[in-house]
């Protein structure tokens, strides 16, 4: 069943000249339950993509479908909703809030949202993640592999339609970086849940069951992963 439609999505900066295509005319859909790796070189497009996807930044042209609703025909303020319900976003420097403990930035999203906290779905994760013994820690008292993975949990709290990963373990070691993309594969096969993740890194893609290959802001590959 599709969940995320692509149509020849392109975004520009400047003109004339100075135009530069960070995006031109790029079109494909995923599989709900898809883990897709996006890859490519610096500056090719693919960071672009993730921000458009998840309504972060808005296309010069083209249209973005999630769950069969066009996100860029919102409001402002839908819009906001739509980050917020149904899009969870994984960076690459975790972007923890230093003053919350391992709990309270996993379940920020919710209370944000003014919901009640799913208790059981939190120990669920807590467990999953191997957070158990952190859950009162702040992030200076955790590795860069334990913040990342509190990043993890508070992505999937809110049980979004599209996980976004944009290079989440570039800011860690090799052994590391596995581990999470172990989890993102655990997440994808526990919860079914569609990632899209950024990578320029194609060992680590791999872990993927798709690989887009992007350069110069065009979709230049799409395959399976055997």
Do not use: W
Not at 95 to 102: A, G
Request: aromatic residues 6%.
């Amino acid at each position: 069943m599709e969940i995320l439609k692509v149509e020849h999505l392109s975004k520009y900066y400047g003109k004339d000249a100075t135009l530069v295509k960070a995006l031109d005319d790029v079109s494909f859909t995923v599989e709900r339950g898809e883990f897709v790796a996006v890859v490519g070189a610096s500056g090719s497009g693919k960071s672009t993509l993730l921000h458009i996807l998840g309504g972060v930044d808005r296309p010069t042209k083209g249209k973005v479908y999630v769950d069969g609703e066009d996100i860029y025909n919102l409001n402002e303020e839908s819009l906001a909703v739509f980050r917020r319900r149904q899009v969870g976003l994984i960076y690459q420097f975790y972007n923890l809030i230093p003053i919350l403990n391992v709990k309270e930035n996993i379940t920020l999203p919710i209370l944000l949202d003014n919901k009640k906290v799913d208790d059981d779905y939190l120990d669920e994760l807590i467990e999953t993640l191997d957070l158990d013994e952190r859950v009162n820690h702040l992030p200076n008292e955790l590795s860069g592999g334990q913040q990342q993975r509190v990043s993890i949990a508070r992505a999937l709290m809110n049980h979004p339609s599209l996980l976004l990963a944009d290079e989440p373990t570039g800011n860690l070691d090799s052994k590391s970086g596995q581990e999470i993309v172990e989890l993102l594969k655990i997440s994808n096969q526990k919860y079914n849940q569609t990632i899209i993740m950024i990578t320029h890194d194609h060992n680590l893609a791999l872990n993927a069951s798709r690989i887009i290959t992007i350069d110069d802001g065009k979709i230049i590959s799409d395959e399976k992963v055997a």
